[in-house]
C-alpha cells in the first residue's frame, strides 16, 4: 500500500510539474504588445530597401462610402521611391521620387499620361506620394497610439503571413482604437486600420514584400 501511494505521489507530482511548464511555455509564446511594437518600430529604421504592393481602404467624408486603391511600392534609403497605381481613382499613375535626378521635382504618368517636365515635391497633389510606406507608417501610428493602453489580441494571417494582432485603445488622438498586425518573422507592419466613435475609418493590406532586395536606383524611374 505505501508503494502504491508513493507511486501516486510521484505520478501526481510529475503531472504537476508538466502543467507548470505547459503554463509557463503558453506565457513565454506571447510576447508583450507594447514590446512588439517597439520592435516593429526599430525595424522599419534598420531596412536599406523594401518593395510591397498594399490595398487601402477609407470611408469617404463626402460619400460616406468606401473607396478603395491598390498600388505597388518601392523604396530605397534615404528616400528614393517610386508608386503605381493599379486600381482606384488614380488608376494608371506612376509617380517616382529620385533625389539623384531632382531634389525638388517628382516625375512620372497621370492615369498614363506623361507630367512634362515633372512637378514640384511640395505640390498639394502630391503630398499622399510622401506618405506611403514603413517609415511613413511607423510616424502616423506613433501618433495615433500615443498613451494609448496595448493588448496583445492573438495570433493572426495576413496574406499567408503568420502575424501578432494588437489592438490599441484610449490614445490620445481622434481614432478610438487603433488595430495593428505585425509580421511574426520580419517585424514588419502588415496591416492596420483605424475607427472613429466605434466605427471603421480606415485599413492597410500589405503583401507581396521584399525587403533588403538590393534594389538598385535604376528602378526609380517613371
Known amino acids: 500500500m505505501k508503494r502504491d501511494a508513493m507511486s501516486w505521489t510521484v505520478r501526481m507530482a510529475g503531472l504537476c510539474l508538466a502543467a ?17 511594437f517597439q520592435e516593429m518600430l526599430k525595424q522599419s529604421l534598420n531596412l536599406k530597401d523594401y518593395t510591397f504592393k ?3 481602404k477609407e470611408i469617404n467624408p ?16 534615404p528616400d528614393y521611391r517610386k508608386l503605381i497605381v493599379h486600381q482606384g481613382q488614380h488608376k494608371g499613375s506612376v509617380v517616382v521620387y529620385n533625389p539623384d535626378k531632382s531634389k525638388t ?14 512637378m514640384p515635391k511640395d505640390a498639394k497633389m502630391v503630398e499622399p506620394f510622401f506618405k506611403v510606406g514603413w517609415q511613413n507608417d511607423m510616424i502616423a501610428l506613433k501618433k495615433s497610439t500615443r498613451e494609448g493602453k496595448f493588448a496583445l489580441s492573438g495570433e493572426d494571417k495576413v496574406r499567408g503571413r503568420k502575424a501578432w494582432k494588437i489592438t490599441v485603445t ?7 482604437k487603433v488595430v495593428i ?15 472613429k466613435s466605434g466605427k471603421f475609418d480606415s485599413s492597410t493590406e500589405i503583401y507581396d514584400i521584399k525587403i533588403n ?6 528602378v526609380f524611374k517613371p
Open 62 to 77: 463626402k460619400t460616406k462610402k468606401e473607396d478603395a486603391t491598390s498600388c505597388e511600392f518601392w523604396w530605397k534609403t
Open 105 to 118: 521635382k517628382v516625375f512620372g504618368k497621370q492615369a498614363g499620361v506623361e507630367i512634362p517636365g515633372g
Open 170 to 176: 484610449g490614445a490620445k488622438d481622434e481614432y478610438d
Open 213 to 218: 532586395a538590393d534594389l538598385k536606383t535604376d
Open 54 to 56: 498594399f490595398d487601402h
Open 20 to 36: 507548470v511548464f505547459a503554463i509557463s511555455a503558453a506565457a513565454a509564446a506571447k510576447p508583450d504588445a507594447q514590446k512588439l
Open 181 to 195: 498586425w505585425i509580421d511574426q518573422k520580419d517585424k514588419v507592419l502588415l496591416k492596420h486600420e483605424y475607427y
